[in-house]
């Protein structure tokens, strides 16, 4: 969807210009450092795994972005997770993306910019995957029924040397 030059400079500006925070998430009962980056933009709060983001405007690079992705998907979207994977060794483990009540529409459209990743689902039993690498300037849709089915990770990947902002808007209200 966004050509190599806008890849590159929203690249470049996203890193230097979010709010980048290190944060610590607990699962199954441990506290760990998250192997990211991440900042949360938008006007409802945000909690998962001990994780709390408050409301947040959205920087207008972020707002920039948004327009573009809402115009291609026709989906409102007025909140971002965004994710800063500094190398292949930074990573999300598996999870869901169905465990806050947003009360919103619950799509999700994932925009990549940097170095391509990865990007794994499986079904809940884990017998049927999927796997396919995301591109600089991609935009993946995942509808409500893909929310709630598929788990989904970024997994490590020693060969990649350079960084990765992933954005993931959503629709949420309330808090």
């Known amino acids: 969807m966004f050509d190599a030059a806008a890849s590159a400079a929203h690249l470049a500006g996203l890193v ?3 709010d980048w925070e290190s944060q610590r998430f607990t699962i199954y009962g441990r506290t760990m450092p998250m192997p990211r980056l ?5 006007p409802a709060g945000y ?3 001990g994780v709390v983001h408050p409301p947040r405007a959205l920087a207008p690079r972020l707002e920039e972005i948004r327009r573009s ?3 291609v998907t026709g989906r409102d979207f007025n909140s971002v997770l965004a994710n800063l994977y500094r190398d292949g060794c930074d990573s999300v483990g598996w999870h869901r993306d169905s465990d806050y ?3 919103g529409q619950p799509d999700i459209a994932s925009v ?3 170095a391509s990743r990865r990007f794994e689902l499986r079904d809940a039993g884990g017998r049927a995957r999927v ?4 591109e600089p300037g991609s935009v ?8 709630a089915r598929w788990w989904h990770r970024v997994p490590k990947w020693r060969a990649v040397t350079g960084p990765r902002v992933n954005l993931t808007y959503r629709h949420m209200v309330g808090g």
């Not at 991440?38 to 938008?42: L, N």
């Not at 796997?131 to 995301?134: C, P």
């Open 16 to 18: 230097a210009e979010l």
């Open 38 to 42: 991440i900042a949360m933009y938008g």
């Open 47 to 49: 909690r998962y795994s």
């Open 69 to 71: 992705v809402t115009a």
């Open 101 to 103: 009540a947003h009360g």
């Open 112 to 114: 990549s910019f940097g």
């Open 131 to 134: 796997a396919l690498d995301l």
């Open 140 to 147: 993946l849709l995942m509808t409500g029924g893909a929310v």
